[in-house]
Nanobody
C-alpha cells in the first residue's frame, strides 16, 4: 500500500513558478510509475505528466510541455513537479498518483492509477 502526500501549492501571479512535492510511503514507491493530474472547479481531472520508476521516460500533456518538469528522488521517496511560466488556466487542485506495481507504461487516464494523494491547491492570478 502506497500513501501519497502533496505539498507546495499556493497562490502566484501569472509568469511565476511553484514546485510541488509528493512524499510517498511504502516500499514500492521507487518501483512505480508516478504521475501528476489536476482538476479545476467543475471540470474533469486532467493529466499533467508521468514518469517511469527510473526517470528514464517522461510524458507531458501538451498544455504544460516546455513549462512544467516532472522528476523523482527514489532515495527520498519523493515526486516533484516544477511549474514555470504559470498561467491563470493552470489554476486547479493538483494530485499526485501512482500506478499499480508492475504497470510499466506511462498513461494519461486517471483510472489506470491506483494510488492518489489528497491534492494541493494552485492558484494563478492574472
Amino acid at each position: 500500500q502506497v500513501q501519497l502526500l502533496e505539498s507546495g501549492g499556493g497562490s502566484v501571479q501569472a509568469g511565476g513558478s511553484l514546485r510541488l512535492s509528493c512524499a510517498g510511503s511504502g516500499r514500492t514507491f521507487s518501483s512505480q510509475v508516478m504521475g501528476w493530474f489536476r482538476q479545476a472547479p467543475g471540470k474533469e481531472r486532467d493529466f499533467v505528466a508521468a514518469i517511469t520508476w527510473s526517470g528514464g521516460r517522461i510524458y507531458y500533456a501538451d498544455s504544460v510541455k516546455g513549462r512544467f518538469t516532472i522528476s523523482r528522488d527514489n532515495v527520498q521517496n519523493t515526486l516533484y513537479l516544477q511549474m514555470d511560466s504559470l498561467k491563470p488556466e493552470d489554476t486547479a487542485v493538483y494530485y499526485c498518483a501512482g500506478r499499480p506495481l508492475g504497470a510499466a507504461s506511462l498513461t494519461s487516464t486517471p483510472g489506470t492509477y491506483a494510488y492518489w494523494g489528497q491534492g494541493t491547491q494552485v492558484t494563478v492570478s492574472s
